[in-house]
């Protein structure tokens, strides 16, 4: 088996939570410029302001799966399955359980100022949860295959694992980009047929994570990817918003986690944290905060739709000041105010771990 990492790239992980943290705010960014997405003419100012944020912030979800995919396949030796049922699966599930429970009794309360509620009625609301909760249950899926792509990643050539990147590339993000910009009848049959689910998810990104860990780009290679992630992040704001405006309504598609847009900035930005970031040498107290912050990103991506609903029913949105301003403002204050409340509820006793 090829193996090209040095000890000094097993042992740097700073960078990782800086990556985890920049990808945590980026979650937050989306849903702080989704707030009047769906309300404001599109072809005003202050819509295309919420578009082109939107647009630029959409690589967290993706940079997460490959966080986890370097993670998990970069460790030694065969997966204990269950202690990775015991360990990841199952804080997932009931992190995901609970805050679903909690969002759905909060919304059931609301509901019953309009409507009588029947204990049936608030189950199928704890039930459905919150829609950004379906990150948890895709990132346990993906778990529950580690042990067989781990398999895959320990024992397959490189060519083998860039075969499989082509597939992801071709039949995910390639068909999803196409149709976007061809909407006919007949395209889109043609794009479903091509659907294949093993690559046609985040497992193309779990895997990419690893394998950029695994076979680092050469300095001039990065330069190159560095170029196309900028291009990639003008392209999904300026595309987005000249399509939405031809189109009439708005175009998020061409941002999505599989555009070729959003899929160039996360290569790039895991690429310039793994080579430029995990060069530079932090003092242990900044180690320290940075793995404090790294920490609570998961609680900060189950709390902040909740804490934004909250602010927004009183008065506190990303349009309280000109949204140039106000939504990386309130983006960051909700940053800021989960963290604080995930480090709270991490370290809780015993059950401080299954809240966030």
């Not at 269950?82 to 679903?100: M, P, T």
């Not at 990639?232 to 708005?250: F, K, P, T």
């Not at 790294?294 to 008065?315: C, D, I, K, P, Q």
Request: net charge positive; proline share 2%.
């Amino acid at each position: 088996m090829e193996n090209n990492l040095t000890n000094s790239q097993k042992s740097r992980k700073t960078y990782i939570d800086l990556l985890r943290i920049v990808s945590a705010f980026s979650v937050v960014m989306i849903h702080t410029s989704a707030q009047y997405w769906y309300s404001l003419p599109v072809d005003s100012v202050s819509w295309l302001v919420c578009n082109s944020y939107d647009a630029v912030s959409r690589f967290g979800v993706p940079v997460f799966a490959m966080i986890s995919g370097m993670l998990f396949l970069s460790k030694e030796g065969e997966v204990d399955i269950s202690r990775l049922y015991r360990r990841n699966i199952l804080r997932l599930a009931v992190i995901c359980g609970v805050w679903s429970c909690l969002y759905g009794l909060v919304r059931s309360i609301g509901l019953m100022e309009y409507y009588e509620m029947t204990l049936k009625d608030c189950f199928k609301q704890m039930l459905s949860g919150k829609y950004h909760l379906w990150f948890l249950p895709m990132m346990i899926g993906i778990y529950m295959l580690v042990p067989v792509l781990k398999v895959f990643t320990d024992h397959c050539t490189r060519k083998q694992m860039e075969y499989f990147l082509l597939l992801f590339l071709v039949l995910k993000i390639g068909r999803e980009t196409i149709s976007v910009f061809l909407l006919s009848e007949t395209v889109s049959q043609v794009m479903w047929l091509l659907e294949v689910e093993l690559m046609g998810g985040y497992v193309g990104y779990f895997i990419l994570g690893y394998y950029l860990y695994r076979y680092p780009p050469s300095a001039q290679k990065s330069r190159l990817i560095y170029l196309l992630g900028a291009l990639g992040l003008v392209c999904a704001a300026v595309v987005s918003n000249l399509l939405s405006l031809q189109r009439g309504e708005g175009q998020a598609g061409v941002f999505d986690s599989f555009s070729i847009f959003t899929f160039l900035v996360c290569v790039a930005l895991f690429v310039l944290f793994q080579n430029e970031v995990g060069k530079h040498r932090f003092s242990v107290r900044a180690e320290k905060l940075i793995r404090e912050v790294s920490e609570n990103t998961l609680g900060v991506y189950v709390m902040h739709l909740g804490l934004l609903e909250f602010l927004e029913a009183r008065g506190i949105d990303s349009m309280s000041i000109c949204n140039v301003f106000g939504i990386p403002f309130l983006a960051l204050g909700c940053f800021v105010i989960c963290n604080i409340v995930a480090a709270l509820l991490r370290r809780i006793p015993v059950v401080g771990r299954f809240l966030c």
